[in-house]
């Protein structure tokens, strides 16, 4: 059992150039997030969706995109990466029931330099 | 006021002690709770559930006080494995989405 899996795990990029990074995941999840940590802060919310064909921002999304068109995949995209976003990535999923919200699943991290 | 709070520490404490961490949250909203386990450049992980009449795994026992706001983790018999970051969550009723706080780091020294 895969759980969330996060490609790639590495990744370094120059000013300006762009790329996706994938989470996939096999729990059969509903809510699926996307996150970045950097030194000294905790995890910031990028952007999240609560099911195939339906995303929202969270609290940090500007220079960022996101896409849900399966179920089990959550795609962020960077277009025109910056510095800033050197970051540790992680995407997280769960299960959905009702109000009572559920402990999220997370992938083992992308880690993504810009220089 | 940040929606949750933790001292950040660092906890520096003996192998075998016993350590508490609190963690407070601003809404009173809130309902479910959870503590995570980071360990160093690692994703976080689950370590439990609060649940209202509290709970207990092992060493490890989290409680919940909605007067005043705050949950806890207590790790009794402490082992250099527990060192990490402990995070602390929460979740607002009818939302989708949860508040982490930024962590309280353990270290247990042999």
């Known amino acids: 059992n895969a759980g969330v899996t996060q490609t790639p795990k590495f990744r370094v990029l120059k000013t300006g150039q762009s790329m996706t990074l994938l989470c996939a995941q096999d729990m059969n999840h509903e809510y699926m997030y996307w996150y970045r940590q950097d030194p000294g802060m905790g995890l910031r919310l990028i952007h999240y969706?609560?099911?195939?064909?339906?995303?929202a921002k969270g609290e940090v999304p500007d220079g960022y995109n996101v896409s849900r068109l399966k179920k089990q995949n959550f795609l962020l995209g960077l277009e025109s990466a910056a510095p800033s976003q050197t970051s540790v990535y992680f995407c997280a999923s769960s299960y959905t029931s009702g109000e009572v919200g559920q402990p999220q699943h997370f992938g083992d991290g992308t880690r993504l330099s810009i220089l | 006021r940040k929606e949750v709070e933790q001292d950040p520490g660092p906890f520096n404490v003996p192998e075998g002690a016993t350590v508490a961490f609190n963690c407070t949250y601003s809404?009173?909203?809130?309902?479910?709770f959870f503590w995570y386990r980071q360990d160093c450049r690692k994703e976080p992980k689950l370590l439990m559930s609060?649940?209202?009449s509290g709970n207990e795994d092992g060493r490890f026992t989290a409680q919940l006080n909605r007067a005043s706001q705050y949950i806890s983790l207590l790790i009794r018999d402490s082992k250099l494995s527990d060192s990490a970051t402990y995070l602390c969550?929460?979740?607002?009723?009818?939302?989708?989405?949860?508040?982490f706080g930024t962590g309280t780091k353990l270290q247990v020294i042999p």
């Open positions: 809404n009173s909203a809130s309902q479910s």
């Open positions: 969706s609560v099911g195939e064909g339906t995303t």
């Open positions: 969550v929460v979740n607002i009723r009818g939302y989708q989405k949860v508040t």
């Open positions: 609060v649940y209202s």
